[in-house]
């Protein structure tokens, strides 16, 4: 069930990518992500509603939704989305994937978790692959305050995504699945999100063009509730900083995507870093027991 879960989440967010590359144009990045988010609640909660699953969390509860709504579902992708304006989206990626170092941090700041040295070393390989395969990006990114200020947004996204995965445990611990966080809180987060709207006197425009609309859908519904609900499942069964690992294994299959649609070159930097990524995954996910059997068998041949 782990496996199908990370599967799911990793091929669903790898592909997201596409859907929002259509969507770049003349409607505001703010607007489009409150379109993702307002479609993504309606479509959940209605959801719900029809298969008689909906439940009205108690006013406490309700408070750590929207902290979660907060974390998960507005500010952070606006970070994302305005870092992509000063990086290439191969440096978002690498720092996104810091979510997997800031998960296993922040676990043992909040809930005491032991950092394991399992998690570091998957962690170290699974960053280290992906600056190989972006090594190009890295060294083509633009410097000075400009790249600067993107590196900084991106962090800032990360960080909100690594909390809004430890209030999501503290959801799920306190008996508040992540279907019924996830639905409230998609729905919390595009009232943050107009709320900005309006702050900010962005306009709001609705295009008409079907490709958009059809990208907007498949973000909302498959990206957003189905990608989401799949990962914090993930997060409430194996721990935030496994779960986290997605973060590494998704730009890949970005790639592995761009490799067909675009024809995207693979070079053996790019190779390298894929068998390094592949070996952090091997290595998150393989037990504790295994690794130390291998390891003793490995000293034992040398």
């Known amino acids: 069930m782990t496996l199908l879960l990370f599967i799911t989440t990793v091929l669903i967010w790898g592909t997201t990518w596409i859907a929002i590359a259509l969507q770049v144009g003349d409607v505001p990045v703010l607007v489009s992500v409150f379109y993702r988010f307002a479609l993504a609640g309606v479509v959940f909660v209605l959801g719900l509603a029809l298969l008689r699953r909906l439940e009205w969390p108690n006013w406490q509860a ?22 992509a ?10 720092i996104f994937s810091l979510a997997t170092v800031f998960n296993a941090v922040n676990a043992r700041l909040f809930f005491g ?3 394991s040295g399992q998690t570091l ?15 190009g990006d890295i060294a083509d990114a633009r410097v000075g305050a400009n790249a600067w200020i993107g590196m900084v947004f991106a962090g800032i996204g990360t960080l909100c995504f690594s909390l809004g995965n430890m209030v999501s445990r503290r959801n799920s611990a306190h008996g508040i699945s992540p279907v019924t966080a996830n639905a ?17 006197g962005t306009p709001v425009s609705l295009p ?24 914090l499942i993930m997060v409430a ?16 299959v970005a790639l592995a995507i761009s490799t067909v649609v675009e024809g995207y070159s693979w070079g053996i930097m790019n190779a390298a870093g894929l068998m390094l990524a592949l070996s952090g995954n091997l290595v998150m996910f393989t037990p504790v027991d295994m690794l130390r059997r291998h390891l003793h068998r490995s000293r034992r041949a040398i």
Do not use: E, H
């Open 208 to 231: 008409r063009d079907p490709i958009y609309l059809g990208a907007l859908a498949y973000l909302s519904v498959i990206g957003t509730v189905v990608g989401f609900t799949t990962y």
């Open 62 to 83: 309700q408070r750590w939704i929207w902290l979660q709504a907060m974390c998960l579902f507005s500010f952070n992708f606006l970070c994302f989305y305005t870092a």
């Open 184 to 200: 409230w809180g998609m729905s919390y987060g595009a009232l943050i999100l107009l709320a900005l709207i309006w702050l900010s």
């Open 121 to 135: 070393l998957a962690a170290l390989l699974g960053l280290g692959g992906l600056a190989l395969i972006f090594a």
């Open 237 to 252: 069964r194996i721990g935030s900083a496994k779960a986290a690992y997605a973060t590494v294994m998704f730009p890949i």
């Open 85 to 94: 304006g000063y990086l290439p989206s191969g440096v978002i990626s690498l």
């Open 113 to 115: 978790d032991r950092i």
